[in-house]
């Protein structure tokens, strides 16, 4: 499989600032990848599906101006909270849809837990 | 639009014996992908097997396979030899065959017993 890598994987911060979640493909290019948010002993919600070199695509409900999204490279895409607060507080996946592998195989980042004080 | 039931909330298995997770889904396309993912405490999502609608023999992995039945759009898991490191929580997942996006299934977390 795939080996992706997504830092930090706990963040701490007061409210009204940003924090920035990093996933990174580290064997495989990635032109989609895609952001998960998930609540304790609740499944995975997707949030939005990232593009490398265009928009993010956000799922309904999801805020694209609070979650923004940049996958600038084939390997790296970024989730960034931006003036986090306390109901953002959530655990945050990303996974790896390898270019060109088929099968439609996600795989999966190792999380961030981000507390918001 | 696609969904995945996942009836059991929790399960439990005895050491070396055999369990069986529950999944259905529902949807109104022909070709797409079933998965179950494990997720043990470390949150770490693992994919354990992987369906493709269109083949008709169940996929198996060592100790873990399925029972695929299309018409019935059911899709389950079989673990035999249960061993102390299959303690997880199990999702179910559907993709179809041009959205890449996943669907999961509320999941079902299975206890292993010494």
């Known amino acids: 499989g795939a080996v992706v890598s997504q830092h930090p994987s706990w963040v701490i911060c007061k409210s009204g600032t940003s924090v920035k979640i990093e996933c990174r493909s580290l064997?495989?290019?990635?032109?989609?990848m895609f952001w998960y948010r998930q609540f304790p002993k609740q499944s995975l919600m997707l949030m939005a599906t990232s593009n490398e070199g265009s928009k993010a695509t956000y799922e309904?409900?999801?805020?694209?101006?609070?979650?923004?999204i940049n996958h600038a490279s084939l390997t790296l895409s970024t989730l960034t909270v931006t003036s986090a607060h306390?109901?953002?507080?959530?655990f945050y996946i990303c996974s790896v849809l390898?270019?060109?592998?088929?099968?439609?195989?996600q795989y999966f980042g190792a999380g961030t837990r981000l507390s918001v004080l | 639009a696609q969904t995945v039931t996942q009836s059991q909330p929790e399960m439990s298995v005895q050491e070396a014996e055999t369990v069986t997770l529950s999944c259905t889904y529902d949807t109104s396309e022909s070709d797409y992908y079933l998965f179950w993912y494990k997720q043990p405490p470390s949150?770490?999502?693992?994919?354990?097997i992987r369906q493709e609608?269109?083949?008709q023999q169940n996929a198996t992995e060592n100790r873990f396979s399925v029972n695929f039945q299309k018409a019935a759009k059911s899709?389950?898991?079989k673990i035999s030899d249960?061993?102390?490191?299959?303690?997880?929580?199990?999702?179910?997942a559907y993709s179809g065959g041009s959205n890449y996006k996943l669907t999961f299934g509320k999941g079902t977390l299975l206890t292993v017993n010494p």
């Open chain 1, 27 to 32: 064997d495989f290019q990635a032109t989609t």
């Open chain 1, 60 to 68: 309904q409900g999801v805020e694209k101006d609070k979650f923004l």
């Open chain 1, 86 to 90: 306390p109901e953002d507080s959530s």
């Open chain 1, 98 to 105: 390898p270019s060109g592998r088929g099968g439609n195989i």
């Open chain 2, 43 to 48: 949150r770490q999502m693992i994919l354990v």
């Open chain 2, 53 to 55: 609608a269109y083949k």
């Open chain 2, 75 to 77: 899709f389950s898991l």
């Open chain 2, 82 to 92: 249960s061993q102390l490191g299959d303690a997880a929580m199990y999702f179910c």
